[in-house]
């Protein structure tokens, strides 16, 4: 029986996902999973009992993920289940920025007490109309889940797309629509293009990235758009781009003091994945990560360690062990194995950055005495029993 417990309301399509092995406690300490979405947990002590955290949602920044991998717990992220929802905002965050959708809006509401506003709104409306999108040029800065539906759609809109993403994946680029132009330097979408709107995950190489110097290579009256972190940007280097005509419109999914009922700021109340379809994917998919970790100890998307799926064991037993990744780890964990009569039927073993996961799928099941020596072993952070 496993046990996991939700720091924040999660979907109900998805907690129901769960089998009758599993059992929700309200005591976190008691958890062999964690399910989360906003809560901060950098200064939360993890019990020896929890072995994974699912975040349902793509970003991991509330979570200490190295503290994590110290103690072999799994942290788990739901790419692309809100892709469609922010894409949409996206679109949305565009169009009332070329248009200046929300200055007429504003207008209508500060007249609404006149009784001639429709023939006044006539001769008001100039001041609202704004640039299509057909013809205009895009440029996104990552292209991921989110930003490869962001470039088909504006390629269906008759725009030109120019795409950056150094490290674009193989799904994504079979995923990419074949029109849209790949560079190899930001600098070359700071130049080109009219409209800028930023996919990449919040790190140190990214944090700031839109800052001063990136807004001065941009073209005058550049729309610039943010769904993915606000960190991600200066936004005072942008507030002085707006008042020096650089920018034309700041579109944020971030509220902050700083950007607020600014002049050229569009701020939305962080909206871009709080739909109903978009909080069910997560849920649903955050839930089948947990159970597939917790009951054949396979890694499917996880942030902290690599990605590992060796199926479903039908062996005696399954050893999953968490430990750094250094030279001569394997020869120690089979010697184990050898010196103690058991033979290892199938072994994986993969590494992200500085740890590695190892599972041996083993013919008779592991003696508490082959954990222990396990577990001895310099640079081995956690062994577990899977089965």
């Known amino acids: 029986m496993f046990k996991y417990h939700c720091l924040n309301p999660i979907a109900g399509v998805g907690l129901e996902k769960f089998s009758d092995r599993y059992t929700k406690t309200e005591q976190v300490e008691e958890a062999d999973g964690i399910l989360v ?61 070329a248009r200046d959708v929300v200055g007429g809006i504003e207008w209508v509401k500060d007249n609404q007490s006149d009784e001639n506003v429709g023939k006044s709104a006539e001769k008001a409306k100039k001041n609202f109309a704004g640039t299509e999108l057909e013809g205009k040029k895009l440029g996104i800065i990552g292209l991921g889940a989110i930003g490869v539906r962001v470039a088909n759609v504006a390629k269906h809109m008759g725009m030109e797309v120019y795409g950056y993403d150094p490290y674009v994946s193989v799904d994504a680029a079979w995923n990419l629509s074949r029109d849209v132009k790949h560079v190899l330097h930001v600098e070359e979408i700071y130049a080109e293009c009219d409209l800028i709107t930023i ?6 190489a990214t944090k700031g990235m839109i800052n001063k110097e990136a807004i001065d290579m941009m073209k005058d009256g550049v729309i610039l758009l943010n769904f993915a972190r606000d960190l991600l940007v200066d936004e005072k280097a942008v507030l002085d781009g707006i008042k020096g005509g650089k920018i034309r419109k700041y579109v944020s999914d971030f509220p902050n003091a700083t950007t607020a009922g600014q002049e050229g700021c569009i701020v939305i109340p962080h909206l871009g994945a709080s739909t109903e379809e978009s909080e069910d994917n997560c849920a649903v998919m955050a839930v089948k990560e947990l159970k597939n970790y917790l009951e054949n100890g396979n890694i499917i998307n996880s942030v902290n360690y690599p990605k590992c799926d060796m199926g479903i064991c039908d062996q005696a037993g399954r050893v999953a062990i968490f430990h750094k990744n250094i030279a001569n780890m394997i020869t120690k964990f089979t010697a184990c194995f050898g010196e103690n009569g058991i033979n290892i039927t199938d072994m994986t073993n993969k590494s992200k950055g500085e740890v590695a996961y190892t599972m041996l799928d083993i013919e008779t099941p592991a003696s508490e005495e082959i954990i222990e020596k396990l577990q001895s072993i310099a640079g081995v952070f956690r062994v577990r029993v899977v089965k």
Do not use: Q, W, Y
């Open 199 to 204: 996919h990449v995950p919040l790190m140190d």
């Open 37 to 97: 979405r906003s809560a901060v947990m950098h200064d939360m002590e993890f019990s020896e009992n929890l072995l994974a955290i699912a975040r349902a949602g793509a970003g991991v920044n509330n979570i200490p993920l190295d503290k994590c991998a110290e103690k072999g717990i799994v942290v788990f992220n739901t790419p692309g289940a809100n892709a469609n929802g922010v894409k949409e905002l996206v679109i949305a965050g565009m169009l009332l920025a």
